[in-house]
């Protein structure tokens, strides 16, 4: 059955037909009860169809993806900058997956549905009852993550936890120094105002939700994962010279 349910997420019609269901149930959360402020969707124009991968700081477990599911979706008809009216939906664009937790994906049947849509399981951050293990990418986990490239974009959260400022980890550079991807960095802000930390639930009503995409990094091949590591973190501005310019690690202990 597993190998079934594997083959069918594959299926592009019926990954349209899933991401439009999923979109026309998220969007009134997303740009009616909360409002959305989109930036750098231009650096989203020309992309080649494989081998880009989306590296962002991580605020709530679904939230985010789903807003970048809609963006996506948006820029593919000529949005720029905007969600506006979610006719988008009527075709969405379906050619891009999502690194997240096995465990989490494994929580309630809308997650198992939800990694239906395209995500890359893989053993790396919670273990139960919510403790943290750190835990780099092991091999097989590195593959899926390459066979993705080879035929899709791919996002994926450096940190691997919604905790601000948490160090990022080597997974995420060594995928880029195998594969040489476009890199495109994205800042959001705001999910976790709005949302509970598994991105479900409103928080609170009214929100301001923000996704800037950035220019595109590109990589030698003689840098250090290290250094590869440095960079990404700078650009979703999660490394330590950006922790005390926002207030987001204060506010977030008031906001609870």
């Avoid at 009860?33 to 969707?41: L, P």
């Avoid at 790396?124 to 990418?137: A, F, K, P, Y």
């Avoid at 550079?173 to 800042?187: F, S, T």
């Avoid at 705001?190 to 800037?212: Q, T």
Wanted: aromatic share 12%; net charge positive.
């Amino acid at each position: 059955m597993d190998s079934f349910f594997q083959r069918l997420r594959n299926v592009s019609l019926f990954r349209k037909a899933l991401y439009a269901v999923v979109g026309v149930f998220t969007y009134p959360g997303i740009a009616l009860v909360n409002s959305i402020r989109i930036s750098g969707t231009e650096h989203l124009r020309n992309l080649p169809s494989n081998n880009v991968l989306f590296v962002s700081n991580h605020q709530t477990y679904f939230a985010d993806v789903i807003t970048f599911l809609h963006i996506f979706c948006a820029v593919k008809w000529r949005k720029e900058n905007r969600l506006g009216i979610p006719y988008y939906l009527l075709n969405p664009f379906s050619n891009v997956y999502f690194v997240a937790a096995e465990e989490t994906m494994k929580d309630n049947w809308l997650t198992k549905l939800f990694a239906m849509a395209g995500a890359l399981t893989v053993k790396r951050t919670w273990r139960t009852e919510g403790t943290e293990v750190r835990r780099n990418l092991n091999p097989s986990d590195t593959r899926k993550i390459q066979r993705a490239l080879s035929k899709s974009w791919v996002i994926t959260f450096p940190q691997g936890t919604t905790k601000p400022f948490a160090p990022g980890r080597k997974g995420t550079a060594y995928i880029i120094k195998e594969n040489n991807p476009i890199v495109i960095p994205v800042v959001i802000n705001g999910f976790w105002r709005a949302f509970n930390k598994k991105g479900l639930k409103f928080k609170k009503k009214g929100s301001l939700l923000s996704v800037n995409f950035k220019a595109p990094m590109h990589f030698s091949p003689d840098e250090s994962l290290e250094g590869i590591l440095d960079r990404v973190m700078d650009a979703i501005e999660q490394s330590r010279k950006f922790m005390m310019k926002g207030r987001h690690h204060l506010m977030t202990k008031l906001d609870k």
